[in-house]
């Protein structure tokens, strides 16, 4: 049950979260944040103190049941918030928004419960668009759909970006998620890395401007009780991954910078800072033989990095917020059946308890995918880490929940959220930018298609061709066929999160070349490429009379763009390489560096002009 408001004799209303019957400092709304989180934690134990050292996976489960554990542990809901005083989530899938509220109202009703009735922060990875990986990113539910970011920096529009950020931090707040785990700001200089669609480009200029713009839209000019708190990850710039794999895995460990372009890659992390992004969070991997101003940067992860954490991110760029490691960074666990070691790479010696001591000694504020509040007490007893260092992260973490009103008022109505989560012109957006961002790289003539053009489709769905084409189902009366791709990758399963992350050859299987140079001997074929990765589309370039590329869009998004009704505008915010050959032979670190690539960045195609009226979206 809510603790009821109180009004003291001044009649100021305010909530008693301590239950003392007095307007404490920091329950007074009329205080600045950072008086209020002075005061606070003052009052607080050292094991609340610890506890807001953690921000740890919460899975969704009936609202108001707190004592069910997860997959992921034996902790209950009930454990963590008030067992072990930790008060920030990482919320993954939710049935639907309305439920999301529900359980989050309740959620914050047993972090009452506390001894001084700390709100909970729940934060999420992107989910606005198509791509679906529990560790990083998850596909929209409930929300309205967009491209994903390399979508939007196809597109162009600076004031798109802004229309997205204010979508997302409507949807967000509505159902109290109040911490955004992006943006991802890092540069996508290699083209076989899984995580590069959820970036915006290969070009630093433009990921920083994105980037901060989509800081400002989620944040506002400053933290407020209608904000989300923005993480910019991952610091400082993922990409340059070696042989282009993902650190969340072993063989994916190092980024390598062969053509000495670290610092292309801190770029947009200097323009988020100036953006007042509220944390950052160190990548998993360690740099090889990385130099920085004569220093021999130490091959361990970054958020264990002393050098990177405390000089360069802390004394030579400013930073003043919260510094959140990514997960899992300690402790080794198995999931589902498989493995997911500690992303603790270059100090995989070193036991859990040193591994926490060393991302303290390196600057880190508060530990991502962690629970282990035991191994900072026992860190704290045996004066190996002083009050002192924990009291400045923890008055960090307090200032934004603050700043963000969760003190004043953590619930939220959920008799509002169907009218905002998702609503028509939210979706109708959404449906625009992702036919925007197509991308048309070649057309000998046959786009845009007509009304009356006759089309044979493979993989997609002719229930939402509609009337923007005249679908056939035998390709003996078809005038063009349009078929639908995804770049492949190498399919992997042995640790968790392995099978969702696309890594490996961009080549596509030769049988999937066959199938479509079969088709393109009977009729002309389009061909539409989600592009998650940098695919190499060789093969197709002479079989298609057109070739369009992806960055998320429905079947009907596709089939607006590809009949003028909404007329595509993108452009490659990334190149794409003519060979794997070039791929392998390129430097990760430097940005569209591959020899004579099959599209440059920056390729795309206008289509003439049509006089379709513009359709409604279907739904």
Known sequence: MRRPTSTNDDGVQYRDLNGNGVMDPYEDPRLDSASRAKDLLE???????????????????EPGDHDTASPFGPETPRDFVVGQSINHFNIGRFPSAEHMARWQNCMQELAELAPHGIPITFATDPRHGFAQNDGMVFATGSFSQWPEPMGLAAIGDPALVSEFAE???????????????????????DPRWARQLQSFSSNSAVTSEYGSLLIEGLQGQKLSSTSVACTAKHFPGGGAQEDGEDPHFPQGKAQVYPGGNFEEHLAPFRAAIAAGTSAIMPYYSLAKDLLIDGVAVEEVGFAYNKYLISTLLREDLGFTGVVLTDWQLVTDLEVFGLPFPAKAWGVEHLSRIERVEKLFDAGADQFGGESCTDLVLELLASGRLSQKRVDASALKVLQVKFELGLFDNP?????????????ESFRAAGHRAQAEAVTVLKNTGVLPLRADTRVYVEGVNPEVVD?????????KDADVALV???????????YFLDAMTHQGSLDFP??????VRALAAELPVILDVYLERAGILTPFDELAEAVTVNFGAS??????????TIPPRGRLPIELPRS???VEASHPDVPNDTKDPLYRYGAGLSLPSTSRRESRMLT
């Open 411 to 423: 619930y939220v109505d959920e008799n509002a959220v169907a009218t905002i989560v998702g609503s």
């Open 43 to 61: 009052r607080l134990s050292i094991e609340e103190k610890v506890g807001l050292l953690f921000n740890t996976v919460m899975v969704v489960g």
């Open 467 to 475: 009337d923007r084409v005249t679908f056939v189902d035998d390709k």
């Open 555 to 564: 079947d009907a998004a596709l089939l607006d763009a590809l009949t003028g």
């Open 167 to 189: 979508t997302a931090r409507s949807e967000y707040v509505a159902v109290g998620l109040r911490a955004a785990i992006h943006p991802q700001i890092d540069l996508a200089s």
């Open 510 to 515: 030769d049988e999937e070349v066959a199938r």
């Open 484 to 494: 639908r791709l995804t770049v492949p990758y190498e399919p992997r399963n042995e």
């Open 580 to 582: 794997m050959a070039a």
